[in-house]
């Protein structure tokens, strides 16, 4: 197989075999791998080069995911991974990682943190979201012991202030009490807020 090349936009560079656009590399990797311009080259040669491939777009594209906003390690090894496949993904972020460009304890900080004063969830349900970005126990608990969680004052703040003119029929009753279940409040502390804020529990 006869390889060649053409300079694309930036640092990119088009490789083609037998005169066929095959994939796209970094200026810094096709200089320096070692393969001329022209060369005949094997199997083996080619599936490095798109090994190579994979990785950068992965990395290049975990970069400009995290120029966005924070993501934990498996949530941005996930996402990655459905574009450009495991093996690629996981070096890509095996490299930002050590980088630190990803740090789970500093997102576990900041996603519990929003997830408790932005979307008002009670410990539980954070807990459940954490987990599933991939942090582990210990981070997580760890981190939840940092928020001045009182349930049941916050549930009654927000039927005081978010739910104060939602609350007139059972209907609508039930309806923010299953909201608050879904929110990881337990049915104990929505019953004590009701009562404190001297509303009536819904039936059933």
Same mark, same amino acid.
């Given at each position: 197989?006869?390889?060649?090349?053409?300079?694309?936009?930036?640092?990119?560079?088009?490789?083609?075999?037998?005169?066929?656009?095959?994939?796209?590399?970094?200026?810094?990797?096709?200089?320096?791998?070692?393969?001329?311009?022209?060369?005949?080259?094997?199997?083996?040669?080619?599936?490095?080069?798109?090994?190579?491939?994979?990785?950068?777009?992965?990395?290049?594209?975990?970069?400009?995911?995290?120029?966005?906003?924070?993501?934990?390690?498996?949530?941005?090894?996930?996402?990655?991974? =459905?574009?450009?496949?495991?093996?690629?993904?996981? !070096?890509?972020?095996?490299?930002? &990682?050590?980088?630190?460009? @990803? #740090?789970? +304890?500093?997102?576990?900080?900041?996603?519990?943190?929003? =997830?408790?004063?932005?979307?008002?969830?009670?410990? !539980?349900?954070?807990?459940?979201? &954490?987990?599933?970005?991939? @942090? #582990?126990? +210990?981070?997580?608990?760890?981190?939840?012991?940092?928020?001045?969680?009182?349930?049941?004052?916050?549930?009654?703040?927000?039927?005081?202030?978010?739910?104060?003119?939602?609350?007139?029929?059972?209907?609508?009753?039930?309806?923010?009490?299953?909201?608050?279940?879904?929110?990881?409040?337990?049915?104990?502390?929505?019953?004590?807020?009701?009562?404190?804020?001297?509303?009536?529990?819904?039936?059933?």
């Amino acid at each position: 197989m006869k390889i060649t090349s053409k300079q694309g936009n930036g640092n990119k560079v088009h490789i083609y075999i037998d005169g066929e656009y095959t994939l796209t590399l970094y200026d810094d990797y096709w200089y320096l791998c070692g393969i001329k311009d022209g060369q005949e080259i094997s199997d083996e040669q080619l599936a490095s080069l798109k090994e190579e491939a994979g990785f950068r777009s992965a990395y290049e594209k975990g970069i400009t995911y995290l120029s966005m906003r924070s993501y934990s390690e498996k949530e941005l090894y996930d996402k990655l991974k =459905l574009k450009f496949g495991a093996d690629s993904s996981r !070096k890509a972020v095996d490299k930002m &990682l050590s980088r630190g460009y @990803i #740090d789970d +304890e500093a997102f576990c900080k900041e996603y519990a943190r929003y =997830l408790f004063e932005v979307k008002k969830y009670d410990i !539980k349900r954070i807990t459940y979201e &954490l987990k599933m970005k991939g @942090i #582990d126990g +210990e981070t997580v608990n760890n981190t939840l012991k940092t928020l001045d969680n009182e349930p049941i004052s916050r549930i009654i703040e927000m039927l005081r202030t978010k739910y104060e003119n939602k609350l007139e029929t059972e209907k609508d009753r039930k309806r923010i009490v299953n909201r608050f279940v879904r929110m990881g409040y337990s049915y104990s502390d929505i019953k004590s807020a009701f009562y404190e804020c001297e509303l009536e529990m819904p039936k059933g």
